[in-house]
Structure formats: structure tokens, C-alpha cells
């Protein structure tokens, strides 16, 4: 099995047509870390999530997995992502126990059922793992989903606003998960606007503007304050900011 270090986004822009998602975005998401993007709607963090997937393709720079290139290597890189995005992925018909079986054999798991065992405990549904999905609640569906998108141990997380329409016992829940992962040695990539949430869980933010990077900022505090004080700022001509 392949692995990496770290994921470089190096200079990378994409453009769907005339409109510019993304340009000349550089960052580098880390093993042990939990890296914010940040920014409003429209600003690139889901194209950027996309290409962090391997899902799509920048138009120019490039992405580096380690040593290791998407063009070249991108089945095996797939391997080692997991991603959570808008749509759970689940079959609400099935049980989440079934439904984390399937998807660990979907991934070539040596015991799919064992590795669904342990994805109910570390959900806390262990109790609840043979009732369908569409039984549970939003929290309990989102903490399934999120063990669907770990249940081959990936090396790179990718999250897309996985606080939205949580309780806050199910928010509480989930930067606890963050937080193993983290200790476990994922790179973890949140995009979010659930600011109060993630305060004081980010390693990194980096923020997006009109798919520019306004300033990448190192163990950000006050995190509502600095998005404030971050978007305030004009984008510099290179679309780069250093780490603050």
C-alpha cells in the first residue's frame, strides 16, 4: 500500500470554461493535521476538495501525494482518500452496519464485517448498527458516513461542511473523531463555514476569496475575528499569502 507524508497544492488553478474556480493556489496539508478552508460561497472550496480527491483536474500547477503523482498514480492514491461530502453516500434502506460492510469490502478490507464492528463502536452506534439508516437521526447518519469515508484507514481526509445541520452533541461527536484521526496521523482537509465549531481545531486555515488565496494562517485563534480581519484584506496580484 502506498503512503504519503504530506499533499502539495502547488500553484494550481482550474478553470471550468471563462470563469476561474481556482488561481495559483499553493498550500500543503500535513500528516497529524487538521487544515480549515475557509471562505464564503463561491470562493473555490469545493473545486478545491475535487482536486484534492483526484476527482478533477487542475488546468495548470499541480498536486503532489508525497512523491507521488495523480497523473500517474492516481488509482492508488484514490485508495488512501476518503471523503465526505454533501451526499452521505449511505443506502437508507440497509442497516449502517451493512452499509459499512459493503463499502469495507468495496475497498478490498480483508474482514469487512469486523472492520463495520469497529466503525460502530468508534461511532457510538454500536446499539444502533442493525437498524436502517433511514431510521436515524441526521447526527447518527452523518456519524455513519463519516466512518464510510474511513473505513479503509486513508491517509488523506476530505470533509466538506460536516457540521452542517448537526446538534451540537453530534458537532461535539465529530471533532472528537478529528481529533483521533489527527493522533492517529491523517491529513484532515474541513471546508467549512461553521466557524464557532471549528475554533480552536484547526492546525492551519486557509483562506479563499473569488478562488484566490488571501492568507494561510498557522494555528488560527479568535477564528471568527481573523476570517473577519482575512477577508478585509485585498488579494494580492499572485493570489499568495505566506503563513502567518
Not at 41 to 70: E, I, Q, Y
Not at 102 to 107: D, H, I, M, V
Not at 129 to 152: H, K, N, T, Y
Request: net charge neutral; hydrophobic share 45%; charged share 25%.
Amino acid at each position: 500500500m502506498i503512503d504519503f507524508d504530506q499533499v502539495s497544492v502547488e500553484d494550481v488553478s482550474r478553470h471550468f470554461g471563462r470563469r476561474r474556480a481556482l488561481s495559483h493556489v499553493s498550500f500543503v496539508a500535513r500528516r497529524g493535521a487538521i487544515l480549515g478552508l475557509l471562505g464564503p460561497n463561491g470562493a473555490g472550496k469545493s473545486t478545491m476538495l475535487g482536486l484534492l480527491a483526484t476527482l478533477v483536474r487542475p488546468t495548470d500547477g499541480r498536486l503532489r501525494f508525497g512523491d507521488l503523482d495523480p497523473a500517474v498514480d492516481q488509482s492508488a492514491i484514490r485508495a488512501r482518500i476518503g471523503v465526505l461530502g454533501h451526499d452521505l453516500f449511505l443506502y437508507p434502506e440497509l442497516t449502517a452496519r451493512e452499509n459499512l460492510s459493503f463499502f469495507a469490502g468495496l475497498y478490498g478490507v480483508s474482514d469487512a464485517r469486523a472492520a463495520a464492528a469497529l466503525a460502530l463502536e468508534r461511532a457510538g452506534l454500536a446499539d444502533r448498527g442493525d437498524e436502517p439508516v433511514s431510521s436515524l437521526s441526521r447526527g447518527m447518519r452523518q456519524r455513519v458516513a463519516l466512518e464510510r469515508a474511513l473505513i479503509q484507514q486513508p491517509r488523506l481526509v476530505l470533509l466538506d461542511e460536516p457540521f452542517t445541520g448537526l446538534d451540537d452533541r453530534s458537532a461535539a461527536a465529530l471533532t472528537a473523531r478529528l481529533s483521533a484521526l489527527r493522533r492517529d496521523g491523517a491529513a484532515i482537509v474541513v471546508a467549512t463555514h461553521d466557524l464557532d465549531i471549528a475554533d480552536g481545531v484547526l492546525d492551519e486555515a486557509v483562506f479563499l476569496r473569488d478562488g484566490r488565496l488571501v492568507e494561510r494562517v498557522a494555528q488560527p485563534s479568535a477564528l471568527r475575528a481573523t476570517y473577519r480581519s482575512v477577508m478585509a484584506r485585498p488579494v494580492p496580484p499572485s493570489g499568495e499569502r505566506g503563513a502567518s
